[in-house]
T-cell receptor, first 111, second 112 residues
Framework: GESVGLHLPTLSVQEGDNSIINCAYS??????FIWYKQESGKGPQFIIDIRSNMDKRQGQRVTVLLNKTVKHLSLQIAATQPGDSAVYFCAEYTGRRALTFGSGTRLQVQP | SAVISQKPSRDICQRGTSLTIQCQVDSQVTMMFWYRQQPGQSLTLIAT?????????ESGFVIDKFPISRPNLTFSTLTVSNMSPEDSSIYLC?????????FGPGTRLTVL
């Protein structure tokens, strides 16, 4: 099927390494953030979220860090696996319960 | 989360025609959204569709081009009218559940 994110920045990592995907958001009033994973031919899949009153949140193999001072969000994936290869988007809530998406990063995991 | 389905999954259409995309959710939700994802791009919100009220469109999107229906709490349709090749995109519906937003699989539209 047609690939998503053909022209997006790419992060290439070795299987088993940790991955860090970064995102700068625009609205200092945003109070809720979500990371999505999108595989080719599929809709975005909810990975992890974080509210603005937190700096860090951990899930299974994933950690999201929020730095409100510089409006920066990062997604850390531990022990990256080939199945993690996808395009990753950060998204912020604008206050009307609708999301504003970042431009996305393609993660390529080399076996 | 929720199970969200879309029909059709993909279509190839001729210029000047219209296509209606359906979105079905397996639970009742108040807020539904329609997004567009152009080739190689991120997602852009088209409109918010709440049951019992008119859809709210984002800047650059108008009701005549993208009419939306929301007849009940589990279903919505988006029509792409008078299509041109520039409308070739993936169209996605999403729902707000518990503060998180979950997406359908998308409808891949190609306009010739």
């Amino acid at each position: 099927g047609e690939s998503v994110g053909l022209h997006l920045p790419t992060l290439s990592v070795q299987e088993g390494d940790n991955s860090i995907i970064n995102c700068a958001y625009s609205n200092s009033a945003s109070d809720y953030f979500i990371w999505y994973k999108q595989e080719s031919g599929k809709g975005p899949q909810f990975i992890i979220d974080i509210r603005s009153n937190m700096d860090k949140r951990q899930g299974q193999r994933v950690t999201v860090l929020l730095n409100k001072t510089v409006k920066h969000l990062s997604l850390q994936i531990a022990a990256t696996q080939p199945g993690d290869s996808a395009v990753y988007f950060c998204a912020e809530y604008t206050g009307r319960r609708a999301l504003t998406f970042g431009s996305g990063t393609r993660l390529q995991v080399q076996p | 989360s929720a199970v969200i389905s879309q029909k059709p999954s993909r279509d190839i259409c001729q210029r000047g025609t219209s296509l209606t995309i359906q979105c079905q959710v397996d639970s009742q939700v108040t807020m539904m959204f329609w997004y567009r994802q152009q080739p190689g791009q991120s997602l852009t919100l088209i409109a918010t569709a709440n049951q019992g009220s008119e859809a709210t469109y984002e800047s650059g999107f108008v009701i005549d081009k993208f009419p939306i229906s929301r007849p009940n709490l589990t279903f919505s349709t988006l029509t792409v009218s008078n299509m041109s090749p520039e409308d070739s995109s993936i169209y996605l519906c999403s729902v707000d559940i518990g503060g998180g937003q979950y997406f359908g699989p998308g409808t891949r539209l190609t306009v010739l």
